[in-house]
Nanobody, 118 residues
Framework: VQLQASGGGLVQPGGSLRLSCTAS????????MGWYRQAPGKQRESVAR???????VYVDSVKGRFTISRDNAKNTLNLQMNSLKPEDTAVYYC?????????????WGQGTLVTVSS
């Protein structure tokens, strides 16, 4: 599975950005999709993930500000980020997980940089 992320950029605190991740396969086949981020000098962390059934989970620091969604018709995963803070600055990666016959396979996008600064 190939994942292509887009939508990063520079935004002022309080602003919004929308990240997208397009998959090379039908996302119906992807059990879980999610967004991770890695800030300079920090470990990669899970930001949000969504199951094929639409159940979403968020890290506490983005609850109420970020919304993850799947567009099955466009094979795309989206992350709407509102009320952005400087601490949201990071490289954001999309991830897809497939479970087949008990085997887990992870796929990663190339990362897109989000910078929140005045």
């Amino acid at each position: 599975v190939q994942l292509q992320a887009s939508g990063g950029g520079l935004v002022q605190p309080g602003g919004s950005l929308r990240l997208s991740c397009t998959a090379s396969v039908s996302i119906f086949s992807l059990n879980v999709m999610g967004w991770y981020r890695q800030a300079p000098g920090k470990q990669r962390e899970s930001v949000a993930r969504i199951s094929s059934g639409g159940t979403a989970v968020y890290v506490d620091s983005v609850k109420g500000r970020f919304t993850i969604s799947r567009d099955n018709a466009k094979n795309t995963l989206n992350l709407q980020m509102n009320s952005l803070k400087p601490e949201d600055t990071a490289v954001y990666y999309c991830n897809a997980i497939q479970f087949r016959e008990g085997v887990r396979t992870d796929s990663w996008g190339q990362g897109t940089l989000v910078t929140v600064s005045s």
